[in-house]
């Protein structure tokens, strides 16, 4: 009697412990309504279910790939015809829609002067913080060379701004905007240089004293923030530096410091990282709807390319421009949401770039890149995977932006 009597008091002891305990439990545990899902989270969650709406490639004119196909850069004479001319017609594209014009016929003639027309100086180009030259061909035109720092395969792990620019980025980002109909990049080829040949002979006081030669190679570390004499660019063993030339705008530009700009601290988040929900409103109180819409479309081409650096922007006739893109194609295995921030945060996005992008779905955007001149040379078939991939992330976060009714998309 006893016995049984001592077994019901522990079973009853029991009850009462497993009782208070799963209440406590249940109180202080975060419930699953009350787990927090980031942005990010949602939005890849969105891209699970993405419709297949957005995955579709509706046969339709291909005026942009028409376009990418009568690009020819062919070889020039020194004795070029017209040089002056072309270069004059140039520096009358840039307006309030544009810095090129993507219907000229002499567009073509125009990419083959910058990769071939000789060079009559050269100088350091002080703007920045990495080594840049800048070259005036004949006929006067000045242009920036980004040299070559990495092979094409090269993965670069970290930060999305992690490395030196990557003159591949700046040449693939030229001919991105043309396929997104926004001709707001200057005009960028491929160029082979030689520093020994045709450098330094034609180079100001200033270059010539930042050359060397080591191991019968001619290099040149310039005068920047993170130029350094350990670090120089140099000729290949054929006396070749291959790189980007970029048309040097001939125009009043306006330079701003971009709301969206990280600390490049790893310890310390920006403003815009700690108050995501809120973020955008701080934004339209200080700048127009439509310069926000102008950031917002520079974020989408960014992402596309990876380009996680735009500290500042440009702009002309109150148009910002997409100068500066050295920063992509660094690594094709990740994709650093965050430089969606301005549409994510402010679900605004123009219908003419909501269209554009349509038109791109279903594999046509990795078509139109194939057309680009010598894309062998510029972007590895893993970058073009990532670059499809990322456009389904976009289309992922315009699914969220509906959902969330935070903005107009």
């Not at 790939?65 to 004479?77: F, H």
């Not at 003639?109 to 061909?137: E, F, M, N």
């Amino acid at each position: 009697m006893i016995r049984r009597k001592n077994i019901l008091l522990v079973a009853i002891l029991f009850l009462v412990v497993f009782v208070v305990t799963t209440n406590y439990l249940l109180y202080w545990l975060p419930r699953q309504s009350d787990v927090t899902i980031t942005i990010e989270e949602n939005i890849y969650l969105e891209l699970k279910k993405l419709p297949i709406y957005y995955k579709i490639n509706e046969a339709e004119i291909d005026d942009v790939g028409t376009l990418l196909k009568k690009i020819n850069i062919v070889n020039i004479t020194h004795a070029y015809n017209g040089i002056e001319k072309l270069w004059k017609l140039a520096d009358t594209w840039p307006n309030k829609t544009q810095i090129v014009d993507i219907h000229s016929p002499q567009l073509g003639d125009i990419l083959s002067l910058l990769s071939q027309a000789k060079i009559v100086k050269a100088d350091l180009d002080h703007r920045g913080t990495q080594l840049k030259l800048l070259l005036t061909l004949e006929g006067g035109q000045q242009v920036i060379f980004k040299p070559k720092w990495y092979e094409i395969e090269r993965v670069l792990e970290g930060p999305v701004y992690v490395g030196k620019d990557r003159y591949n980025s700046e040449i693939i980002g030229f001919y991105l905007s043309l396929i997104l109909k926004k001709p707001l990049c200057p005009l960028s080829v491929i160029r082979q240089v030689s520093l020994r040949q045709d450098i330094l002979p034609v180079a100001t006081r200033r270059l010539i004293e930042t050359s060397f030669t080591k191991n019968n190679r001619t290099c040149i570390y310039g005068k920047c923030f993170f130029c350094s004499i350990n670090d120089p660019v140099c000729d290949d063993e054929h006396s070749i530096l291959e790189g980007a030339v970029i048309l040097n705008i001939k125009a009043s530009l306006i330079n701003h410091r971009s709301p969206w700009q990280r600390t490049y601290k790893k310890d310390k988040n920006a403003i815009w990282q700690e108050y995501s929900d809120s973020y955008c409103d701080i934004v339209k109180s200080k700048i127009s709807k439509k310069r926000l819409y102008d950031l917002i479309d520079v974020s989408v081409f960014d992402f596309l390319i990876q380009n996680g650096d735009r500290h500042h922007y440009e702009t002309f006739e109150e148009t910002v421009l997409w100068l500066d893109n050295g920063k992509g194609l660094g690594n094709p295995y990740k994709h650093h949401l965050d430089i969606l921030a301005p549409l994510y945060q402010c679900c605004m996005m123009r219908k003419t770039m909501y269209n554009n992008l349509l038109h791109l779905r279903g594999g046509r955007l990795v078509e139109q890149l194939r057309k680009i001149p010598n894309i062998n040379k510029l972007i590895t078939s893993e970058h073009l995977k990532a670059v499809d991939e990322r456009l389904l992330i976009i289309f992922a976060t315009i699914e969220y932006c509906k959902k969330s009714k935070k903005g107009k998309i």
